[in-house]
């Protein structure tokens, strides 16, 4: 059978919209696609709620049965799983309305904020390690900030998905060390206008091409960054003397101020009494 | 430029020697398997020798011919290895180096003897490049295979309605019967004709995947093309 042009876009276009006959949804949108599927914004009839569609070519096992059962305040959480007439996969997620970090960090934050973003990202990783599922792409666009500034880490990856460039380590297999690489990329994405080596050098020990540099899991490197953001020495940078007696300093301002005040207050006291 | 062969249309897909061709060839793949590999490829190779070496309808049809043979007389599509690229990519590429070698080898012999040249106008102006068109002309093919075999499904369980509904909403090049007009025209609620709609272009989809099944080495590349027909 012939088929023309137009008619060729218009069948590619109505067989791409997922067929949810004998579901509860509608579908409203598209809002976004990732490597894994795509996601619409479809209405919930029974519950009267907009919730997110994905669709997906691969069928739900394995590890996504695992990811839809992740529970955490940093992951999506997913309301249904099943299949659609046409044969396609779909999960029924929470709608988050909000900014992609891509977008978000064109605005002007704060190294604190940039580092709080990091850390939610990083806690909810560690979360789903705990519970035996890594991202496999982790990158900007692949996590939200909420207008109450809730990060929420989204498309947790199947075995179809192969990461992204520039965020994706170079190891063939994927698995945990590969998302701590992904997580320093990401912090070096957020962070790079800032002058602090610390938090550079975490943000290269995290993305070291051998495997065995990098921090031996996410809680390493949300531990290293607690260290930074408490003035800590961190273990990915042997700081130079001056460095150290800088950052000493800094920490204890207060004290040295009081020193050099009691100093003072004894010295001149001590030519007050000889004069 | 002349205009494009027929084979792909109505008329048939491919040359009617497309059987012993494979017989002869003994290409260690099934002829099932070759039958669609061929059905799929034949006119995308086409258009994109066409395209990229600025072929007329006569040579592109030969050296599209040539491709074939040869790759089946050198067992070509059993060497492909999915973990390098996809089975569209490889042919792609494999065309390209067939094509480039025979139009290097033409050149050659013009060289040699009688220059010919080749009027301006007879130059397709190509307005995509012939790696994108060898990929539009894939979907192409994939949707046109696609529909017959919906339609003889159609045929065959006695859906005749649902197809007819099919063909005037969904592949008319005009403009588009509204459903309350498809509706009257058929005798039926609007919803049962959003009904069989939905149902013919779920099972559309569904020999879609079928088709490119048949020619894709698993699970991940079939998802993977699944994805690229609609990207």
Known sequence: MDVSDSVLDHLRQVTALPDLTGTRYELESEIGRGGMGVVYAARDRELDRRVALKVLEVPITGEAQLIACLEHPGIVPIFETGTLADGRSFYAMKLVSGARLDHYVADNHTLSERLRVIRRVGEALAYAHSQGVIHRDLKPQNIMVGEFGEVYVMDWGVDAVAGTDGFRAPESTLDRLSDVYALGALLKFLVSTSVSPAVTAIAEKATSADRRERYGSVAGFLADLDRFEQGLAVEAWSEPVWHRLQRFASRNAVLLWLLAAYTLVKFLLFFLRRF | ?231
């Open chain 2, 1 to 231: 430029m002349d205009a494009d062969t027929a084979i792909g249309g109505p008329s048939g897909r491919f040359p009617s020697t497309r059987v012993s061709l494979i017989q002869a060839a003994g290409s260690g793949l099934s002829d099932a398997a070759m039958d669609q590999v061929i059905a799929l490829y034949w006119k995308p190779v086409y258009r994109f020798v066409r395209l990229k070496f600025q072929k007329s309808n006569e040579d592109a049809k030969d050296l599209t011919q040539g491709f074939f043979t040869s790759a089946l007389q050198r067992n070509f599509f059993t060497r492909f290895d999915p973990a390098k690229a996809s089975f569209r990519t490889y042919v792609r590429m494999a065309v390209e180096r067939y094509a480039a070698n025979q139009h290097a080898a033409e050149n050659r012999q013009k060289r040699g003897g009688a220059v010919e040249f080749e009027s301006v106008e007879d130059r397709e102006i190509a307005t995509e490049s012939p790696e994108l068109e060898f990929d539009r002309e894939w979907r192409r093919q994939l949707f046109s295979l696609a529909l017959d075999d919906l339609r003889a499904h159609c045929q065959q369980s006695g859906k005749q309605v649902q197809f007819a509904i099919f063909e005037d909403y969904d592949l008319t090049d005009g403009d588009r019967l509204s459903y309350s007009d498809l509706a009257a025209k058929y005798g039926m609620p609007e919803s049962t004709v959003n009904n069989h709609l939905a149902w013919a272009r779920r099972t559309l989809r569904a020999f879609i995947r079928e088709r490119l099944r048949s020619t894709t080495s698993g699970a991940r590349e079939l998802h993977e093309e699944m994805r690229r027909v609609w990207m």
